[in-house]
T-cell receptor
Framework: QKEVEQNSGPLSVPEGAIASLNCTYS??????FFWYRQYSGKSPELIMS????GDKEDGRFTAQLNKASQYVSLLIRDSQPSDSATYLC???????????????FGRGTQLTVWP | GAVVSQHPSRVICKSGTSVKIECRSL??????MFWYRQFPKQSLMLMAT?????????EQGVEKDKFLINHASLTLSTLTVTSAHPEDSSFYIC???????????FGPGTRLTVL
């Protein structure tokens, strides 16, 4: 079983719609969860981090965490063509706040937002 | 967010040569940095953890004698790909967490092509 798995893509939504991205992880002891966005040929850029069960909102982005189900999701409201990218779910298996933690990434979900 | 730089951004070399990639944290000190590799259409794979003042920690399956890591100061880590071969061609990305957090910021990446 892979450490981090993401729903298969690609995902295509019209401009203004809600895009839903999902991720599951295998290590129940994981503490920190991240969503990164990666444009083609570029390195990942951080969108959000989440540590506690529930929802965390930042602008058009909402991250959801359910540790019991080992599930993390990202919702993008009012999707824009500029949101078209690959979205990577990452899990830090170290203790929260520990700089010794290492990130394990899913394969990513490619999102296309069409005008 | 914090700024991490990498140099060079792109390198082409002949098979059998060695290539050094630098990773710098520009506005913060990083006792730990991480090196990732990403093949086309695949996710980021953690290669090793670079520790300032001590030996790097390599992930399973990564050859430490082939991928030499030196964390010379609190703002600089280098990755040297020794005796590079075409199968080493990849996108190499470093990251560093800001102090006392587990939020990692990525460098822009180095695209290595071995002929």
């Amino acid at each position: 079983q892979k450490e981090v798995e993401q729903n298969s893509g690609p995902l295509s939504v019209p401009e203004g719609a809600i895009a839903s991205l999902n991720c599951t992880y295998s290590d129940r002891g994981s503490q920190s969860f991240f969503w990164y966005r990666q444009y083609s040929g570029k390195s990942p850029e951080l969108i959000m981090s989440i540590y506690s069960n529930g929802d965390k909102e930042d602008g058009r982005f909402t991250a959801q965490l359910n540790k019991a189900s080992q599930y993390v999701s990202l919702l993008i409201r009012d999707s824009q063509p500029s949101d078209s990218a690959t979205y990577l779910c990452a899990v830090n298996k170290g203790n929260r706040g520990s700089t010794l933690g290492r990130l394990y990434f899913g394969r990513g979900t490619q999102l296309t937002v069409w005008p | 967010g914090a700024v991490v730089s990498q140099h060079p951004s792109r390198v082409i070399c002949k098979s059998g040569t060695s290539v050094k990639i630098e990773c710098r944290s520009l506005d913060f000190q990083a006792t730990t940095m991480f090196w990732y590799r990403q093949f086309p259409k695949q996710s980021l794979m953690l290669m090793a953890t670079s520790n300032e003042g001590s030996k790097a920690t390599y992930e399973q399956g990564v050859e430490k004698d082939k991928f030499l890591i030196n964390h010379a100061s609190l703002t600089l880590s280098t990755l040297t790909v020794t005796s590079a071969h075409p199968e080493d061609s990849s996108f190499y990305i470093c990251s560093a967490p800001t102090p006392n957090t587990d939020t990692q910021y990525f460098g822009p990446g180095t695209r290595l092509t071995v002929l």
